[in-house]
C-alpha cells in the first residue's frame, strides 16, 4: 500500500506588509480534492501538522464565488465535515520521516507562506524525501513550503528545477498582492526556480525529476491524479 504524508499547515492568519493578520487556513478545494484522490486510490494517508495542531479552513474558500457555486460549496462542507475526525487526529509534524512514507503532499491556502515557507525542520524533512527519490506534491500557495529546503552544500534544494505555483497575476485578481510581505512566484524565481504557468485560473501541473507542482486550486485533483497515474511506474524504475 502506498504511504502519503499529507501535510497541512497549521497557521490561520498571514501577516501582511503592514504587520496586520489577515485570516487564513487550508484552501478547501485543495485539502478535499486530493485527499479524495488519494482515498480512492487505497492510500495510507497520515494527515500530520505543524505541533499536531487542528488545521482549519480558510473560509474564503467556501465563499460561493470562490469555491464554484452554492451547489460546490455544500459538496465541499460535506467533505470537510466526513475529514474533520482525520483533521482533528494530525500527527506531529515534527515527529514524521521520510523513510516511513512513499509521497509527501501539502495542499495551499495562503496559510504555508507563514508557517512552513520558513520552517527549516520541514525544510529538511522535504530533503530526505527528494533525496530518498520520493514524489513530493505541493498545489497552490504550498511550494512556498519549498523555501526552507537546502541541500548539504546550503544551496536551494529546488534551484533550476521547474515548478509553478499560484502566479503573480491571480494574486493581483485575489486582490491581496499589494498588501503582501512577498509575492510567492516572485520568490520561487529569486531562489533559483524555472518558473512556468497557464493562464490565470486555469488548471496546470508541472513534472520534473520528483517534484509535482500545482498552479491553483483547479489544479488540485489533475495534480493528485497524476501522482497516482505515475507513482507505480516510478516504483517500477
Same mark, same amino acid.
Not at 495510507?44 to 465563499?63: F, K, M, Y
Given at each position: 500500500?502506498?504511504?502519503?504524508?499529507?501535510?497541512?499547515s497549521a497557521?490561520? +492568519?498571514?501577516? @501582511?506588509?503592514d504587520?496586520t493578520?489577515h485570516?487564513?487556513g487550508?484552501?478547501a478545494e485543495e485539502l478535499?480534492?486530493?485527499?479524495t484522490?488519494f482515498?480512492?486510490a487505497g492510500?495510507?494517508i497520515? &494527515?500530520?501538522t505543524? !505541533?499536531?495542531?487542528?488545521?482549519i &479552513?480558510?473560509?474564503?474558500?467556501?465563499?460561493?464565488? %470562490?469555491?464554484?457555486?452554492e #451547489?460546490r460549496?455544500?459538496?465541499l462542507?460535506?467533505?470537510?465535515e466526513?475529514l474533520?475526525?482525520?483533521?482533528?487526529g494530525?500527527?506531529? @509534524?515534527?515527529d514524521?520521516?521520510?523513510?516511513?512514507f =512513499?509521497?509527501?503532499f501539502? $495542499?495551499g491556502g +495562503?496559510?504555508?507562506?507563514e508557517?512552513?515557507?520558513?520552517?527549516?525542520r520541514?525544510?529538511e524533512? *522535504?530533503r530526505?524525501?527528494?533525496?530518498? #527519490?520520493? *514524489?513530493?506534491?505541493?498545489v497552490? +500557495?504550498?511550494? %512556498? %513550503?519549498?523555501?526552507p529546503? +537546502?541541500g548539504?552544500?546550503g544551496?536551494?534544494?529546488? /534551484?533550476?528545477y521547474r515548478l509553478?505555483?499560484?502566479?503573480?497575476i /491571480?494574486?493581483?485578481?485575489? !486582490?491581496?498582492?499589494d498588501?503582501?510581505?512577498?509575492?510567492?512566484q =516572485?520568490?520561487l524565481?529569486?531562489?533559483?526556480?524555472?518558473f512556468s504557468?497557464? !493562464?490565470a485560473?486555469?488548471?496546470?501541473? &508541472?513534472v =520534473?525529476?520528483?517534484?509535482?507542482?500545482?498552479?491553483?486550486?483547479?489544479?488540485s485533483? $489533475? @495534480?493528485?491524479?497524476?501522482? &497516482?497515474?505515475?507513482?507505480p511506474?516510478?516504483?517500477?524504475s
Amino acid at each position: 500500500m502506498t504511504r502519503i504524508l499529507f501535510v497541512v499547515s497549521a497557521a490561520d +492568519h498571514w501577516t @501582511l506588509q503592514d504587520g496586520t493578520r489577515h485570516p487564513t487556513g487550508f484552501w478547501a478545494e485543495e485539502l478535499v480534492e486530493p485527499y479524495t484522490v488519494f482515498d480512492e486510490a487505497g492510500y495510507d494517508i497520515t &494527515v500530520a501538522t505543524p !505541533g499536531g495542531r487542528t488545521p482549519i &479552513v480558510d473560509q474564503a474558500s467556501l465563499e460561493p464565488d %470562490a469555491a464554484g457555486g452554492e #451547489d460546490r460549496v455544500a459538496d465541499l462542507k460535506a467533505s470537510l465535515e466526513k475529514l474533520q475526525p482525520v483533521l482533528a487526529g494530525a500527527a506531529v @509534524l515534527e515527529d514524521q520521516r521520510a523513510e516511513d512514507f =512513499d509521497l509527501l503532499f501539502v $495542499p495551499g491556502g +495562503h496559510a504555508p507562506m507563514e508557517d512552513l515557507a520558513v520552517d527549516e525542520r520541514f525544510g529538511e524533512l *522535504v530533503r530526505h524525501f527528494v533525496e530518498a #527519490d520520493k *514524489v513530493v506534491a505541493m498545489v497552490c +500557495h504550498a511550494p %512556498a %513550503a519549498l523555501l526552507p529546503a +537546502h541541500g548539504s552544500g546550503g544551496r536551494w534544494l529546488f /534551484e533550476g528545477y521547474r515548478l509553478t505555483s499560484f502566479t503573480n497575476i /491571480e494574486e493581483v485578481q485575489a !486582490g491581496l498582492a499589494d498588501k503582501a510581505p512577498w509575492l510567492l512566484q =516572485d520568490r520561487l524565481q529569486e531562489a533559483g526556480a524555472v518558473f512556468s504557468s497557464a !493562464g490565470a485560473w486555469e488548471p496546470y501541473v &508541472v513534472v =520534473d525529476r520528483v517534484l509535482y507542482t500545482g498552479q491553483n486550486p483547479a489544479s488540485s485533483r $489533475p @495534480l493528485a491524479e497524476r501522482v &497516482v497515474a505515475e507513482i507505480p511506474a516510478r516504483a517500477r524504475s
